[in-house]
Nanobody
Framework: QVHLVESGGGLVQAGGSLRLSCVAS????????MAWYRQAPGKQRELAAD???????NYADSVKGRFTVSRDNAKNTVYLQMNSLKPEDTAVYYC???????WGQGTQVTVSS
C-alpha cells in the first residue's frame, strides 16, 4: 500500500524559509519520480517542482531560483527547501508519486507580509 506523508509546513514571514519533507512507503522509492504541487485558495493545483530517479529536477517559473527539490533515497524522502518566501507562495503543498494518483495529505504553508 502506498503512503505519502508530508510535514514541515507552517507560518513564516515574507523572506523566510521552510523545508518540507515527504516520506514515501510502499514504493521502490529510488526508481521513481517525485513531485511537489501546491494549491492556493481559489486556484487550481499546480506543479511546483519535481525530481526524477537520476536526480534531475524541474521547477515552475514562479519558484525557480528560490525553491530546491532534493531526495534521500536511503530515507525514502523527498524535500522541498523554500527560500525567499513570498505571500503568493501561500498554499497547501502536496507531494505526489510521479504522475500517478498517489498524493500525500498536504501541508499548509502560510507566508505573511
Amino acid at each position: 500500500q502506498v503512503h505519502l506523508v508530508e510535514s514541515g509546513g507552517g507560518l513564516v514571514q515574507a523572506g523566510g524559509s521552510l523545508r518540507l519533507s515527504c516520506v514515501a512507503s510502499g514504493i521502490t522509492f529510488r526508481l521513481v519520480a517525485m513531485a511537489w504541487y501546491r494549491q492556493a485558495p481559489g486556484k487550481q493545483r499546480e506543479l511546483a517542482a519535481d525530481i526524477i530517479s537520476d536526480g534531475s529536477t524541474n521547477y515552475a517559473d514562479s519558484v525557480k531560483g528560490r525553491f530546491t527539490v532534493s531526495r534521500d533515497n536511503a530515507k525514502n524522502t523527498v524535500y522541498l527547501q523554500m527560500n525567499s518566501l513570498k505571500p503568493e507562495d501561500t498554499a497547501v503543498y502536496y507531494c505526489r508519486w510521479g504522475r500517478t494518483e498517489y498524493w500525500g495529505q498536504g501541508t499548509q504553508v502560510t507566508v505573511s507580509s
